[in-house]
Every structure is written in structure tokens, then in C-alpha cells.
């Protein structure tokens, strides 16, 4: 277990190291400078990369297509990225966005987003579309966790952590550190999370929760097929 942790912080470490690197020579490259933003929504097709930085800014490499076929716009304090049209075969993208704070992101449908460093915040909102995924470590106080038919993986610390996964989404929080967890999965979700004093755990519909870190005191509730259980 302990091995399968070492080598899954490393494979973290270097995923932000390696994203960084153009993907292909012919990728083309547009910067844009918008905000201020404290929330990020992926649409389909596009793959974020949170860089913290002192300034607000997008950086979009596309292959196979052309910079304005990437919409960048603003919905209040949510930054807003989305292809133009349907996402073309053999077009790749990966949006840049350099932030000074972050509070919530989504991942829509086929969507990505990943870090170049840890993330830290008072409370982070998450949530994920079908086929999308969130991959981060985090530094949090309050994290939130709303997932369907997609994938959260998280490392780093949060002091509380509120999950509700649905419809086959997988949260992978083992190594995420946590006092308390609220978890609540159902429709073949599954969620696994680390928490040492208290988790409450609703698992329904085929769903599984999973808790390792010893928590002093256990509350779960089954139903249709759901389980809860410790780790091993």
C-alpha cells in the first residue's frame, strides 16, 4: 500500500511537468489576458492546466485547428472555455489558465483539468461531467465533491470533504488526508476516501464507499445493493 501511495505522488508530481511540454511542434499557440476569475468551467474537448501565478492570463495550444475555434469568456467570475463547434477528430487543445485564486471548477463532458502545483483555498467546489476528470493536490479547509458518470483524483490535505457521486463515477481520495468525510454515492458510483475522526457514508444502488485512516466513529447507511466498508 504504502509503495502503490509513493508511486502514485510521483505520477502527480510529474503529470503538470510533462503537460507543460508543447505536445506536438505544429500546435498552434494563442495568449489572452482576462478576468478576474476565481472559477473555471471545462467543455468538451478541452484540457486545463492550472498554473498559479500573479496574473490572469490563458494560454491555448490547439492542433489540427485554429486558435478562434476556442471560445474564452467570462459568466460573472467563471471563466468559460468551449470549442466553437463540434470537437473535429485529431484536434487537441489544452488551455494554459493562470490564476490568483481558484474556489470551483468543473469538468464537463470529455473535459480534463489538472495543476502545476498544489491548490489551496478555504473551500474548493469540484464537479465532473461524464467521461470528464479532475486530478489535483490540494491544500484546503472545506473541499466539495459532485461527480457523474466521471472521475475526481486528489491528493494533499482537507479538513473536511463533502462528496455525492452518481451513475459509475469514480473518487479517488485515498490519499487525501482528512478529519471529517461526508460521502454519499449511488448508480454503481464508487468512492474511496481517508479520514480520521469522523465519516458519514450513504451508499446506494450498487455503489461502494470505501474509508481507510481508522475514523473514531463510523455512521453508514445501505441500501439496494450499496456497501460501506473499511479499506484493506
Do not use: C, W
Not at 484540457?47 to 469568456?73: C, F, G, M, R, Y
Amino acid at each position: 500500500m504504502k509503495a502503490n501511495l509513493i508511486l502514485l505522488l510521483m505520477g502527480m508530481m510529474m503529470m503538470p511537468l510533462m503537460a507543460q511540454q508543447p505536445a506536438n511542434p505544429n500546435a498552434k499557440v494563442d495568449t489572452r489576458t482576462m478576468g478576474p476569475y476565481d472559477k473555471v468551467k471545462a467543455g468538451k474537448g478541452i484540457n486545463v492546466t492550472l498554473v498559479e501565478s500573479n496574473k490572469e492570463e490563458i494560454v491555448i495550444h490547439i492542433l489540427n485547428a485554429e486558435p478562434e475555434d476556442v471560445i474564452t469568456q467570462l459568466e460573472g467570475k467563471t471563466l468559460v472555455l468551449k470549442m466553437k463547434t463540434m470537437m473535429k477528430t485529431g484536434v487537441a487543445v489544452t488551455a494554459y489558465v493562470h490564476y490568483k485564486k481558484i474556489t470551483e471548477l468543473h469538468a464537463g463532458g470529455g473535459a480534463s483539468i489538472d495543476a502545476d502545483g498544489t491548490v489551496t483555498a478555504d473551500k474548493l467546489t469540484l464537479s465532473v461531467g461524464a467521461d470528464a476528470s479532475i486530478e489535483l493536490d490540494v491544500d484546503v479547509k472545506k473541499l466539495e465533491a459532485s461527480l457523474t458518470a466521471g472521475r475526481i483524483q486528489l491528493i494533499g490535505e482537507a479538513q473536511a470533504q463533502h462528496v455525492v457521486a452518481n451513475t459509475a463515477a469514480r473518487y479517488n481520495a485515498d490519499a487525501l488526508t482528512s478529519q471529517e468525510a461526508f460521502v454519499k454515492v449511488n448508480t454503481g458510483a464508487q468512492a474511496t476516501v481517508n479520514v480520521s475522526e469522523r465519516i458519514s457514508a450513504t451508499a446506494g444502488g450498487g455503489g461502494r464507499i470505501y474509508y481507510m485512516g481508522n475514523p473514531a466513529k463510523v455512521e453508514k447507511s445501505e441500501s439496494f445493493g450499496g456497501k460501506v466498508e473499511p479499506q484493506e
